[in-house]
């Protein structure tokens, strides 16, 4: 008998499904107050859903659930793995599935909503409505721009495949190889300057790791057009906030488009809440009705290969011992 919690809102969702998969799992569920049906006692199979951060008392279950001896996967909510709960998992044996092209569609939405936002000048039209002028404003082409994507994940390609359905030069860079058709140019890490160099918009889409925190510092900054526009929607740590700041006060780059900051919530006295030329919003760039849906087919498919003994898609593994 595999014990395996869900949160009620996923058990609606992917519930009736089980039974195919796992005849003889028996189903806890974890209420939004916290309480339970059935009994959490010997659980193996966790799937932490976003839904459970919307009520503290779930949450607060959900976090004394990762501690349970008795477990052996956990389903992550997100792609990001930077949390030191998730290492400790790893540490204690725990197989451990992300959440990695979840939420890469509405990422890429919102990355696109602010580069035409910025294109087409949607806020000067505003203005002029609000001021019943009526001028012809000539706004630019997204055929004539170039888009360099840093991280060519789930939510990289998803930002490739929109910026060439528009018609744009895509440039891409990772660790690894790139063999998405959406990207003209595929560059390695030593070619950050390049790409910074010659794109007109830049999408941070990378993990956080040792050698992602900074990445974007002064020199990075310094390397793009001044006419440029930043757009983070990977951990507010990749940038060097400082730098970030001074460069959009001395408008060395155009502008920036924030859905993660390095302190989250941001600071009420940080600069960048005031700039003209940034865009801050709360990290919910990712949030989409659809986003439980995929999390619960992504689950369902892990739970088949989890029980064949099969490797987890996007399961992490722990890091060799040194």
């Known amino acids: 008998m595999t014990r395996l919690c869900l949160s009620e809102p996923m058990y609606e969702r992917i519930g009736a499904d089980l039974a195919s998969i796992v005849p003889d799992v028996e189903l806890v569920r974890l209420q939004p107050d916290g309480t339970y049906r059935g009994d959490p006692e010997g659980l193996e199979i966790f799937?932490?859903?976003?839904?459970?951060?919307?009520?503290?008392?779930?949450?607060?279950?959900?976090?004394?659930?990762?501690?349970?001896?008795?477990?052996?996967?956990?389903?992550?909510?997100?792609a990001g793995m930077e949390h030191e709960i998730w290492s400790q998992l790893l540490e204690r044996g725990v197989r451990l599935s992300n959440a990695a092209g979840v939420h890469a569609e509405p990422i890429a939405q919102y990355v696109f909503t602010y580069v035409l936002n910025d294109l087409r000048q949607v806020d000067r039209h505003r203005e002029m409505q609000a001021d019943r002028t009526w001028r012809s404003v000539v706004s630019d082409d997204l055929t004539?721009?170039?888009?360099?994507?840093?991280?060519?994940?789930?939510?990289?390609?998803?930002?490739?495949?929109?910026?060439?359905?528009?018609?744009?030069?895509?440039?891409?860079?990772?660790?690894?190889?790139?063999?998405?058709?959406?990207?003209?140019?595929?560059?390695g890490p030593d070619q950050l300057p390049?790409?910074?160099?010659?794109?007109?918009?830049?999408?941070?889409?990378?993990?956080?790791?040792?050698?992602?925190?900074?990445?974007?510092?002064?020199?990075?900054?310094?390397?793009m057009r001044g006419s440029a526009v930043l757009i983070n929607v990977a951990r507010g740590a990749v940038v060097d906030e400082p730098a970030l700041i001074s460069a959009l006060e001395a408008r060395t780059i155009r502008a920036a488009v924030l859905d993660v900051t390095t302190v989250e919530p941001l600071e009420e006295d940080s600069p960048l809440w005031s700039l003209d030329n940034c865009v801050i919003t709360p990290h919910d760039a990712g949030y989409s009705p659809l986003a439980g849906e995929r999390l619960g087919e992504l689950f369902t498919e892990n739970l088949a290969l989890f029980r064949?003994?099969?490797?987890?898609r996007n399961e992490i593994l722990a890091e060799p011992a040194r």
């Open 194 to 223: 390049t790409l910074l160099a010659q794109s007109d918009y830049v999408v941070l889409a990378l993990p956080l790791t040792e050698e992602t925190t900074g990445l974007i510092d002064s020199d990075a900054l310094g390397s």
């Open 144 to 187: 004539s721009k170039s888009i360099g994507i840093v991280g060519m994940g789930g939510i990289g390609a998803a930002v490739a495949r929109i910026a060439k359905a528009f018609g744009m030069h895509v440039m891409g860079l990772r660790r690894g190889e790139i063999v998405d058709p959406n990207v003209d140019v595929r560059l």
């Open 308 to 312: 064949a003994g099969e490797p987890l």
């Open 47 to 78: 799937c932490f859903s976003v839904d459970l951060a919307d009520n503290e008392d779930s949450l607060m279950q959900a976090g004394m659930l990762l501690l349970a001896d008795s477990l052996q996967w956990v389903q992550a909510p997100g």
